[in-house]
């Protein structure tokens, strides 16, 4: 069995790790874990801290994060914020170990995060996700990095979609002839000034805090990418589909939250009508996340066959839309 990323990591080691690194902000004391993914998280007191190998997530890539999220601050968006360490960095590097660790510190999200599937359990969330994201948009357009090294990557160059044909065995067939199509699908859609830019790229239930006037703010984007708008809007409706919903909240939510997306920004129609196809493509490469990251695995210990994956019951056997 392969060894994954999260599973090389010694989560004794990087207790001791997170406890220094901490001191970096001037704190002192027990970290408490909260989660091992794509990145390592402690809570300390009311701060998160957020440790990642830096052979996974580059430090100029964290700081280019780190950037975008002032810069949504600064237009009065409400998201995560990062905290500046006593010698006013954003992000902290730990080379006293092998590999060494980019590191970084969140205030507490205004809010509680989602419990999982909240998201979908009341149609309200739906308008007000709809215009936050709208909002995101339409400043991230307008977004520039302040120096040119500081640039998030294109999600075409993200490690999961690039290194995709590596990371599934050859004797996947299905999950490479689907990873093939998706890609040829994703490389024929024109770059559009109106359509494209850096966006969340993981708008889900637990990246999502909402505070009792019912305000939404963002946490976790370590996955920002430039990226077509239309992928944001696509991901929330992908897990949506994997719960037991009757089909015509589905159908009420989607249209109600693209309806409210698009009275805040209006992306052309021509996007909105091949969703589906961003649909299918986050559960192509959610599947080799999971094989990377997690190893795929079910609980006896064998990888989950592609065609059992689905986890937003896509229709495999469809063409990808056309614009």
């Known amino acids: 069995m392969v060894r994954t990323l999260v599973a090389k990591r010694n989560l004794e080691e990087l207790y001791e790790l997170a406890r220094a690194s901490a001191k970096l902000?001037?704190?002192?004391?027990?970290?408490?874990?909260?989660?091992?993914?794509?990145?390592?998280?402690?809570?300390?007191?009311?701060?998160?801290?957020?440790?990642?190998?830096?052979s996974h997530r580059s430090f100029n890539l964290i700081r280019a994060e780190m950037a975008f999220i002032e810069y949504l601050q600064k237009k009065n968006i409400s998201v995560v914020k990062p905290i500046a360490s006593l010698k006013g960095k954003m992000v902290e590097q730990m080379r006293g170990v092998s590999p060494y660790f980019n590191v970084c510190m969140f205030?507490?999200?205004?809010?509680?995060?989602?419990?999982?599937?909240?998201?979908?359990?009341?149609?309200?969330?739906?308008?007000?996700?709809g215009r936050y994201l709208g909002n995101i948009h339409q400043q991230s357009l307008n977004y520039r990095?302040?120096?040119?090294?500081?640039?998030?990557?294109?999600?075409?160059?993200?490690?999961?979609?690039?290194?995709?044909?590596d990371i599934l065995p050859v004797i996947m067939k299905k999950a490479r002839m689907e990873l093939e199509n998706a890609l040829s699908w994703y490389d024929s859609l024109p770059i559009e000034k109106d359509s494209y830019g850096l966006i969340h790229s993981?708008?889900?239930?637990?990246?999502?805090?909402?505070?009792r006037k019912g305000n939404i703010s963002l946490i976790?984007?370590?996955?920002?990418?430039?990226?077509?708008?239309?992928?944001?809007?696509?991901?929330p409706l992908y897990y949506m589909q994997n719960i037991s919903?009757?089909?015509?909240?589905?159908?009420d939510f989607t249209n109600k939250f693209i309806s409210s997306y698009l009275s805040t920004y209006p992306l052309p129609k021509k996007w909105i009508n091949i969703l589906s196809g961003f649909i299918r493509l986050r559960n192509i490469e959610l599947y080799i996340w999971k094989l990377k990251m997690l190893g795929?695995?079910?609980?006896?210990?064998?990888?989950?066959?592609?065609?059992?994956?689905?986890?937003?019951?896509?229709?495999?056997?469809?063409?990808?839309?056309?614009?």
């Open 25 to 54: 902000w001037g704190i002192d004391a027990y970290p408490q874990f909260v989660g091992n993914s794509e990145n390592i998280v402690y809570k300390i007191k009311s701060k998160y801290l957020r440790l990642v190998e830096d």
């Open 107 to 129: 205030e507490k999200i205004s809010g509680q995060i989602l419990a999982k599937n909240e998201l979908y359990k009341d149609i309200k969330y739906a308008e007000k996700l």
């Open 145 to 165: 990095p302040v120096l040119p090294w500081l640039k998030r990557y294109k999600y075409r160059n993200c490690n999961i979609i690039k290194g995709g044909f």
């Open 202 to 211: 993981d708008v889900h239930g637990k990246n999502i805090a909402v505070d």
């Open 220 to 235: 976790d984007f370590d996955d920002c990418a430039y990226n077509f708008l239309a992928y944001d809007l696509a991901v």
């Open 245 to 251: 919903l009757s089909e015509d909240f589905k159908e």
């Open 296 to 323: 795929g695995h079910d609980d006896a210990g064998n990888i989950i066959p592609f065609k059992d994956f689905s986890m937003g019951k896509v229709d495999l056997k469809c063409n990808y839309p056309k614009l």
